[in-house]
C-alpha cells in the first residue's frame, strides 16, 4: 500500500525531475528545452508511481491470448539484439541505395540509442527497485544490487523502443512517423507492466530517459558535425524543443523559392524555432 511517506517521496522526486530538466536544458544543452516536456513528465510519472500497484493488479486479472500475443511482439521488438539489427540493416540498404541522409540520420539515432543504454545499465544496480512479485509491493529498494530481481528500474525494453521513436521523430520531423513510433513504443512498455517484469512508473521514465537521451545526443551531434545544407540556409540546426519530439501536421507553408531547404522540410511552425526564412529574389520582388 502507498503511504504518505510514499507519497510526499513521488511527489518531492517528479517536482526534482520537472527542476532538473528545464534547469538543465537551459544551462547544460539537456533536450528537449520546451517545460512542458519536463512537467508533463514529472506530473505523468507521478502518476504511474501513484497507481503501480494497482495497476499491476488491473492487468494480472485481464490476461488474454490476444493481450498475450501483443505483449510477446512488444517484447520482441523491445529487445535489444533486435533494434540493432534493425538499425544496422536500415544503415546498410541506405547505404547501398545511395540514401546518405537517411543513412547520416541513422547514426544519430544509434548514438542517442546508445547512450540511453549507457543510462540502463547505470542505473538499474544503482537504484535497485525490486521487480513486481507476490507481495505487489511497490516500494522496497537496495541499492548497488547486482541480482536480476532488484533490477526493475528503469525497463530496458521501454527506454530502447522511445529513444528509437525519438530518434525517427526528430530525424524526419513527419507526424505520421512519431504516430508509429509512439504506438509501438507504448506497446512495448505496456507489454513489460503486462508481463509483470516492471511497475507502470519504471516504464513511464524510462520512457522520458530514451527520450531525453536521444534528443540530447541527436542536439548535440548537430552541433558538432552539422549537415551541409543547401545555399542561404547556412548549417544552423534546430534547437530541439518540444515540437522536434511531438512534430504535428500542418504548420505555416514553406515561402515561395524556398522547397526543398531546411524550412520546407519541416512540419512544424517554423518561426518558432529558426525564425523567418531567408528572403529570396521572388519575395522582394
Do not use: C
Amino acid at each position: 500500500m502507498i503511504g504518505s511517506a510514499s507519497i510526499r517521496a513521488v511527489a518531492a522526486s517528479a517536482a526534482l525531475l520537472v527542476l532538473l530538466g528545464t534547469r538543465a536544458g537551459a544551462q547544460s544543452g539537456l533536450q528537449p528545452e520546451g517545460t512542458r516536456f519536463w512537467v508533463t513528465a514529472g506530473g505523468a510519472i507521478a502518476a504511474a508511481a501513484l497507481l503501480d500497484e494497482s495497476a499491476r493488479t488491473f492487468w494480472l486479472d485481464r490476461h488474454s491470448s490476444f493481450a498475450s500475443s501483443l505483449a510477446d511482439a512488444g517484447n520482441f521488438v523491445g529487445t535489444g539484439r533486435n533494434i540493432i539489427a534493425g538499425l544496422a540493416v536500415t544503415y546498410v540498404v541506405a547505404r547501398i541505395t545511395h540514401h546518405r541522409r537517411t543513412a547520416n540520420a541513422v547514426l544519430r539515432i544509434s548514438a542517442g540509442y546508445a547512450v540511453s543504454n549507457v543510462i540502463v545499465g547505470v542505473l538499474k544496480p544503482v537504484v535497485g527497485r525490486h521487480r513486481p512479485d507476490s507481495t505487489n509491493d511497490a516500494w522496497r529498494f537496495k541499492p548497488f544490487s547486482t541480482e536480476g530481481e532488484w533490477h526493475s528500474f528503469p525497463s530496458s525494453h521501454a527506454v530502447h523502443a522511445f529513444s528509437i521513436a525519438a530518434g525517427a521523430a526528430i530525424a524526419t520531423r513527419r507526424s505520421w512517423v512519431a504516430a508509429l513510433g509512439y504506438s509501438a513504443a507504448t506497446v512495448v512498455a505496456w507489454s513489460r507492466v503486462y508481463d509483470d517484469q516492471h511497475w507502470t512508473s519504471d516504464v513511464t521514465t524510462s520512457a522520458v530517459i530514451g527520450m531525453s537521451a536521444v534528443a540530447t545526443t541527436m542536439g548535440w551531434l548537430d552541433r558538432r558535425w552539422p549537415e551541409k545544407r543547401e545555399p542561404g540556409t547556412g548549417n544552423r540546426e534546430p534547437r530541439l524543443h518540444d515540437e522536434s519530439l511531438f512534430p504535428v501536421p500542418g504548420g505555416r507553408a514553406p515561402r515561395r523559392g524556398a522547397s526543398g531547404s531546411l524550412y520546407s522540410r519541416f512540419a512544424i511552425p517554423y518561426s518558432r524555432v529558426l525564425g523567418p526564412p531567408p528572403a529570396t529574389p521572388a519575395d522582394s520582388s
